[in-house]
């Protein structure tokens, strides 16, 4: 399957995109620190979806969802910091986002770890 057909990969293209738009709006100040942090972050998050569907077997894939899930809780606590900051207002749909992506995320980790279970 190609890892732009799974859900986790467009749930977290569209992380993203809402990451870009409202970080767009972030301080000048900001431009090398939080705002390049957080792009950098969810930026991470898709790309190693793709890397590790890229890769030739579960194991490897695993190691990559676990990556992506890390750097989710980055994304989730740099959104926060923004919010502590008053760097932006109203958090709530961007935290729904990064939950259902987290969700998606654990899903398809638990999938492919059942699947190596199955195949052992």
Request: proline letters at 1%; hydrophobic letters at 40%; aromatic letters at 10%.
């Amino acid at each position: 399957m190609d890892h732009k057909d799974l859900e986790v990969w467009k749930k977290s293209m569209e992380l993203v995109e809402v990451t870009y738009k409202i970080s767009a709006n972030f301080p000048v100040s900001e431009m090398y620190g939080l705002t390049n942090q957080l792009r950098r972050a969810s930026v991470s998050v898709v790309s190693n979806i793709a890397e590790g569907s890229g890769r030739n077997s579960d194991k490897e894939l695993l190691y990559f969802l676990n990556v992506s899930l890390g750097s989710l809780a980055e994304v989730e606590t740099q959104f926060e910091i923004a919010y502590r900051l008053n760097f932006i207002s109203d958090v709530d749909d961007t935290f729904q986002l990064i939950t259902e992506t987290r969700k998606l995320l654990i899903g398809f980790r638990s999938y492919i770890k059942n699947r190596q279970i199955t195949n052992h």
